[in-house]
């Protein structure tokens, strides 16, 4: 079974600084996707960014990146110029590819970004 | 599109009463999952389906719960008799038909049973 792992329960970062958010994953797949959600305290679930395995390059949306390192298993966050409104739980998510009971996402235990000023 | 409707937002239910649930996914989307987030187990996928048939139901945790998704754009997810410890929030997402997209999530529904 696919495992995620995040090991940092909580980060802070001072606003405008960079923080990486870290996440590691089991699987013995080879084509999989790759996710980061956001739950603010609205509890809202967002999409930040995705990653295909199959790709070597690196995943940007704005101000967030990913470091995928595909034999590691590692796949963090980098937020850059931190805002208070990053402040959120942050998920790490797989998904491996296929249709049926391959395409559920799990889901790692989430860490608290606490941003500053 | 009005993305993934959940209700309702908030529900609070005397302990033994039967609490329901529910979800319109976002047209087009073809698989349907039901989360349950605690503070103390993270985010539990409960069920989901696919083209409207339960794929794997696995995570559902006592016969209490069940879930239906009679068509397309409903399903509901019921609790009979509900409990104190099913106090949660239960989401409800809805992904197309290739995993590229991730899923889209509601906005959830806290239940708290007393």
């Known amino acids: 079974a696919q495992t995620v792992t995040q090991s940092q329960p909580e980060m802070s970062v001072q606003e405008a600084e960079t923080v990486t958010l870290s996440c590691t994953y089991d699987t013995s797949e080879s084509d999989y996707y790759l996710f980061w959600y956001k739950q603010p305290p609205s509890r809202q679930m967002i999409l930040v960014i995705r990653?295909?395995?199959?790709?070597?390059q690196n995943a940007t949306e704005n101000r967030f990146s990913v470091n995928f390192q595909k034999a590691a298993k590692s796949f963090s966050l980098k937020i850059s110029d931190s805002q208070l409104g990053d402040a959120a739980m942050y998920f790490c998510a797989y998904r491996p590819f296929g249709t049926g009971t391959a395409s559920k996402l799990t889901f790692g235990t989430g860490t608290r970004l606490q941003v500053t000023l | 599109d009005a993305g993934v409707i959940q209700s309702p937002r908030h529900e609070v239910t005397e302990m033994g009463q039967e609490v329901t649930l529910r979800c319109k996914p976002i047209s087009g989307h073809n698989s349907l999952f039901w989360y349950r987030q605690t503070m103390m187990r993270g985010l539990e996928l409960l069920i989901y389906f696919n083209n409207n048939v339960p794929i794997d139901d696995s995570g559902m945790p006592e016969d209490r719960f069940s879930a239906k998704m009679p068509n397309a754009s409903f399903s509901t997810l019921k609790i009979q008799p509900s409990e104190p410890r099913d106090s949660a929030v239960y989401f409800c997402a809805s992904s197309p038909g290739t995993e590229y997209y991730g899923y889209t999530f509601g906005s959830g529904t806290r239940l708290t049973v007393v």
């Open positions: 990653q295909e395995a199959y790709k070597q």
